[in-house]
């Protein structure tokens, strides 16, 4: 049950930036990934996050599995490639004499 502020954001940012003001809009005490990106979108020049938040923004368990997936589908990839290209040598070699 909370406030969404991201109107808010969006009004000040947008007083900020008509008048050229230095200031900076920062916003802290999130606990949700979806609140820093809603807030940085509205306008939000910085967001505080703790450690943990900050970790798991940058180190997805999906993120990990996705990319061992997409290396493996190469390495799939890769060794039919191989194979295709010696049998292509084998039937030149075969045409040839």
Known sequence: MGYNVCGEI???????????LKARIIIGSTREVLN?????EA??????????????MIV??????TVQEFLRDAKKAEELLKRKKEAMDN??????R
């Open 36 to 40: 820093v990106i809603e807030w940085l």
């Open 60 to 65: 997805h368990p999906y993120s990990k599995e």
């Open 10 to 20: 969006r009004k000040l940012r947008k007083v900020l930036d008509d008048f050229e």
């Open 91 to 96: 039937d030149r070699h075969r045409s040839r």
């Open 43 to 56: 306008g939000a020049h910085i967001v505080t996050v703790t450690p943990d938040l900050l970790k798991g």
